[in-house]
């Protein structure tokens, strides 16, 4: 049962929060804490008290448990115990350990003091959920630091140590050791020094200045930085507010705000994307207790592109790590990248010389595969040639120590025909990491057929501990991501084939809030990347229609960034997309080719056509258990293809948008140009005609 119990220390008294596991401020501990601040008002005994947590959690915010349940707003609301705080008549500290977050902050805020652990962190991040601080926060906290630091931390909603908090003054004192003791001993103090409550909001903000101008600018700034994200805009409002407002009236107001936020498309959108995340980890038939395997070293096979990127991977988290490649200049230019890599980090402060040198050294080299029997996970990154990775895994399967994971980073091989050439099938599966791998949090991990449990939970638990994404696919050409964007590349070239022109696509695209166009994201990857693709199609599926288009642009030499054209103009040293005439004309002879008359395609329907086709695809993969739930499709498409994560992903889109009236769309999209392609996925003509969505879809069998 979750309470704060109340203790005496002599004339100080104790409520410590007890609501495990963050000391979420659920109905009960509200209660408890209001009756506990009577109680020790009503003693006269009793000359201050602390509020404190343990040393783990002071307050983590809200109990998610209460969500969308009508405790969450029962009196006493966080806001009712804010008001017992500011009217308590003694000294108040918050004694605050591990972390006080959101509403957990907001709690600290209201008390009189606040002593700190020296490793405690403080912030208000709800604007990673789409809201702001509703009970207070944006007031108070630049009562306590200066306005632009305030602002920024809520902007950002990343939290502050606790040395840089007392450096603020949102922190009173710094303390070490037993925080109950060190909380006592501020507290004697302060009784001793006479010194009586302090009301937060009865400080001045902490601003000098120009408050137009200061306001002005922040409000351009934040437009320019958060496009689509309406909760950084409230917050200037909010600064605003503290500026010119009284408190009460202020902090109305961020009330007002708070609630319009959290009614709004973009906020249930990210609050989607934040369970999502947690719901990557759970396997249906996977238990808790999986046991998992210990992995202290790896070996990387391949040092390409891919190959060395996931070698930082494995040395940034401190896992030694053997690249190996065949090729002595292969290696080379592997390890060359690597240090290139920290060396860019290190110029940008992101990282200290000290730590370059100590990953560098996690990063030992072979020409020779026997290099990889040491290791406890060997990731295989060759060139996607299926019998060149059987070899490699026939030869690991002779050479791995018993127990090694044995993982293979194919994009579209079969999974499970590598793992079928070794002897230990269950020690194999596909950890799909996407370019660049060392930036990219995004990872596919592979489920085979034989695919051992505890070499899943493994790899997932790997995968997190690389500080990756780790979202469960079966074994299909292309997975989850890739097999969606090949309907997407397809259909955005259909809609070049109609009129519409690859700057026009990017930018509608983009301006729906994509990270990048289709176009600009072809000429990264190097359009003969995709030219492979097609080639293999063509063999494989030759019902699969391509636009003749991309043949055409590589026919041209212009395969994206690195010829310096593709789909656009780049100019030497240049990333920029420029528009290319050539590019221009070679459409309209496309066009004549075909006997097109090109139309002008309006920027909505260049989004939904790129869309649905994501969302189709996305259907059939989540009827056939590709994916274990249409959440994991969202993920993969938030944390590895630009996805805004104010949209929630493709399938959530789908899902607001209302699943019938998807199926009209695509209907209607049947009668027009390459009209087959809008093939109705069978779950979703089911689920549209049953009123029911993707997000509450399972599988019978979730294996
Ligand atoms: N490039 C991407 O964006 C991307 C993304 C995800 C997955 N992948 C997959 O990752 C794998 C590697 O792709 P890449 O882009 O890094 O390729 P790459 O061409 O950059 O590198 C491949 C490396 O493998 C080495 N190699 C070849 N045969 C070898 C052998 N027998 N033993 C040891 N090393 C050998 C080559 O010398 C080369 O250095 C492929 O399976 C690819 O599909 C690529």
């Known amino acids: 049962m979750s309470t704060a119990h109340y203790a005496l220390h002599g004339s100080i008294a104790t409520l410590s929060l007890d609501n495990p596991p963050v000391n979420g401020l659920g109905h009960a501990l509200r209660s408890a804490i209001v009756d506990g601040l009577q109680r020790a008002a009503l003693d006269p005994q009793v000359h201050a008290v602390i509020l404190i947590g343990s040393h783990k959690a002071f307050c983590g915010g809200a109990d998610i448990r209460e969500f969308n349940t009508p405790k969450a707003s029962l009196a006493p609301t966080l806001r009712d115990v804010n008001v017992a705080q500011d009217e308590f008549q003694k000294p108040l500290v918050a004694a605050i350990g591990g972390f006080a977050l959101g509403g957990g902050l907001e709690l600290a805020l209201a008390c009189h003091y606040r002593v700190a652990l020296r490793g405690a962190q403080l912030g208000l991040p709800e604007v990673k959920l789409g809201i702001i601080p509703g009970s207070g926060g944006t007031q108070r906290l630049p009562r306590l630091i200066p306005l632009a630091d305030a602002v920024q931390m809520m902007v950002s909603g990343n939290p502050a140590r606790a040395k840089q908090a007392k450096a603020w003054g949102l922190v009173d004192e710094l303390v070490e050791g037993d925080l109950l003791q060190a909380a006592l001993a501020y507290a004697r103090t302060l009784v001793a020094q006479g010194r009586g409550p302090r009301r937060v909001r009865d400080l001045p903000v902490r601003f000098d200045g120009d408050a137009q101008a200061f306001v002005a600018e922040l409000r351009l700034n934040v437009r320019q930085r958060w496009r689509g994200y309406p909760a950084p805009l409230e917050i200037a409002a909010c600064a605003e507010a503290a500026l010119f407002r009284p408190f009460d009236e202020a902090r109305q107001f961020e009330r007002s705000r708070f609630e319009v936020l959290v009614n709004s498309a973009e906020s249930k959108a990210l609050r989607h994307a934040f ?9 249906p038939d996977l238990a808790d207790d999986t046991p998992v395997r210990d992995i202290r070293r790896a070996a990387v ?10 070698a930082m991977c494995f040395a940034n988290a401190g896992i030694p790590v053997t690249l190996i490649d065949t090729k002595k200049e292969a290696l080379e230019r592997g390890l060359e990248n690597i240090r290139k890599n920290y060396a860019a980090s290190v110029s940008r402060n992101r990282l200290t010389e000290p730590q370059m040198n100590e990953r560098m050294q996690a990063i030992s080299s072979a020409l020779d595969l026997g290099a990889a029997g040491e290791a406890d996970v060997v990731v295989e990154a060759v060139y996607e040639r299926m019998d060149l990775k059987q070899d490699i895994f026939r030869l690991l399967d002779r050479i791995a120590k018993p127990g090694a994971i044995l993982a293979t980073n194919t994009s579209t091989l079969d999974v499970d025909a590598i793992a ?48 990756k994404l780790p979202v469960v696919a079966r074994v299909c050409d292309g997975f989850i991501g890739n097999r969606m964007l090949e309907q997407y590349v ?18 509608a695209l983009q301006a ?3 990270a990048m166009g289709p176009f600009a994201m072809y000429d990264m990857a190097g359009n003969d990347i995709g030219r492979e693709i097609r080639q293999r199609r063509a063999k494989e599926r030759p019902e699969l229609r391509y636009s003749a288009l991309a043949e055409r642009i590589c026919e041209r030499g212009r395969f994206g960034q690195k010829s310096g054209k593709g789909w656009h103009r780049y100019e030497p040293g240049s990333r920029a997309p420029l528009p290319d005439p050539e590019v221009d004309a070679l459409l309209a002879a496309h066009r004549a080719a075909l006997g097109v008359t090109p139309r002008t395609i309006g920027d909505a329907e260049i989004v939904e056509r790129c869309l649905l086709a994501l969302v189709n695809e996305g259907a059939q993969i989540l009827d056939e258990g590709v994916a274990l739930r249409a959440s994991d499709i969202d993920m993969v498409y938030l944390a590895g293809y630009g996805f805004p994560p104010y949209r929630g992903g493709p399938m959530f889109y789908a899902d607001n948008r209302g699943l019938k009236d998807i199926l009209e769309s695509l209907h209607r999209y049947a009668d027009g140009y390459e009209g087959a392609f809008w093939q109705p996925a069978p779950l979703l003509e089911r689920l549209a005609g049953e009123g029911g969505s993707f997000g509450a879809f399972r599988r019978a069998v979730n294996t």
């Open 490 to 507: 397809r259909q955005s070239l259909f809609l070049l084939d109609e009129g519409a022109t690859p700057q026009q696509v990017d930018q």
């Open 301 to 310: 096979i391949g040092a390409g592109l891919m190959g060395s990127g996931i």
């Open 275 to 283: 369970f999502a995340e947690r719901q990557t980890s759970k396997i």
């Open 512 to 514: 729906w809030g994509f």
């Open 420 to 467: 079928a050439v070794t002897g230990r099938p269950q020690d194999v599966l596909g950890m799909h990491f996407f370019s660049p791998a060392n930036v990219m949090r995004l990872l596919e991990v592979v489920r085979g057929e034989r695919t051992g449990k505890d070499v899943l939970a493994s790899a997932m638990k790997l995968g997190k501990a690389l500080g």
